[in-house]
């Protein structure tokens, strides 16, 4: 028989490959795989409509040892051809709590509501996921009132993650409620090109709550109609951020766009930055450089910039020494690590031997790493 600890090993390997028919295989094989298997098989659960709720809800009840191993909700009640809200969705708060007092995460996806289902007492059910600190929206159509309201509904939360989002009304005669001063530490907004004002509304309301004095992460994508929004964002916030990660997004092939972002955004009070990283854009552009030669906080141990190329020329590749007097500057002496993502044809080899040509000084104290994508 083999060790607990090795059938843990590859019951853990099956389930980072994301192979749930692996997962129900290895609980088949013996008591002891079974046991070892169960976290793993129930750690995340997805629900698509009311049948599969009512099956959760039956599961539980019999076994209440499957509640306590669920992690991760994720409640996904349409699909990407109905566009009409789905009535079941007001019940998974009132029959679920009471069995998941160990749930840490929601997930909300294609929710499409104009408030007659998530509605005050949806909120004040929801309220009752105490354990609940991240709440995760994807590909949602709602009024921004019903998300700060499912913010506010969960006394614990921690962390937010909103993505794409549709722009619907909101019916209802009254506001929906806010039941509780969320204290987010960490905030994810990639807010999607349909709604992209919705990025400005959120950080206003953050920066009107009580997250206002707590938060500490932030990742922001960033289009040039919401770069004053998030440079104001910064500029209020950046003496308590100490991890930033900006992505930006162009309308057009025109890198002037960043330019004109970077001219609203500053780094300058950005004092407590421990990590800093930047997405979607070539890091040997003068807008970046701009970025990088505003960085003060002596924090700071990790910077990530992104890489492209669009063709197999290896001359495509930007040229980084552009980059040297920055990352050899007395500011960022202090890193421990600087991360290039690299998205392209080229292969690994020829792309890692450009950084380390090109950067040096980065690659002989040991601290420059490449991540292919």
Not at 66 to 72: C, N, P, Q, T
Not at 152 to 179: E, F, K
Not at 180 to 189: D, G, N, Q, T
Not at 257 to 264: H, N
Request: with cysteine; net charge neutral.
């Amino acid at each position: 028989m083999l060790p607990f600890e090795l059938v843990d090993k590859i019951i853990r390997e099956a389930s980072s490959n994301h192979s749930s028919a692996t997962l129900r295989a290895c609980a088949l094989v013996c008591e002891t795989w079974r046991a070892a298997a169960r976290p793993y098989i129930f750690r995340k659960i997805k629900i698509l409509d009311e049948s599969q709720l009512a099956t959760l809800e039956t599961l539980i009840g019999t076994d209440p040892a499957v509640g306590v191993l669920i992690r991760e909700l994720i409640i996904q009640p349409r699909t990407e051809q109905e566009r009409t809200p789905s009535r079941w969705i007001s019940r998974f708060p009132a029959v679920l709590p009471p069995h998941l007092n160990r749930l840490q995460t929601i997930q909300l996806v294609d929710l499409f509501d104009f408030g007659e289902y998530c509605n005050p007492d949806f909120f004040s059910a929801f309220s009752a996921f105490a354990s609940v600190d991240q709440l995760i929206l994807h590909h949602c159509a709602l009024n921004l009132r019903l998300v700060y309201s499912c913010v506010s509904a969960l006394p614990n939360i921690r962390h937010l993650h909103v993505g794409t989002m549709l722009p619907v009304p909101y019916i209802l005669p009254d506001a929906p409620p806010q039941l509780h001063a969320p204290k987010l530490l960490s905030i994810k907004l990639n807010v999607g090109s349909m709604y992209p004002m919705a990025l400005e509304e959120i950080l206003e309301w953050m920066l009107g709550s009580s997250s206002k004095d707590y938060l500490r992460s932030a990742s922001l994508t960033t289009r040039i109609v919401n770069a004053t929004a998030v440079g104001n964002f910064i500029d209020e916030l950046g003496g308590l951020l100490q991890h930033l990660e900006l992505d930006f997004v162009r309308f057009s092939a025109s890198e002037i766009e960043y330019d004109i972002m970077k001219a609203d955004i500053s780094l300058a009070k950005c004092t407590a930055l421990r990590s800093l990283s930047f997405r979607g854009c070539n890091p040997t552009l003068p807008a970046f450089l701009a970025f990088l030669s505003e960085i003060n906080s002596p924090y700071i141990r990790k910077l990530s910039l992104w890489a492209t190329s669009s063709g197999a020329d290896r001359a495509i590749l930007p040229d980084f020494r552009v980059l040297v007097e920055q990352l050899d500057s007395r500011h960022l002496r202090g890193l421990e690590e600087v991360c290039f993502t690299y998205r392209g044809p080229l292969q690994r080899a020829f792309v890692l031997e450009k950084l380390q040509r090109d950067l040096p000084n980065v690659d002989s104290r040991g601290i420059l790493r490449l991540v292919m994508t």
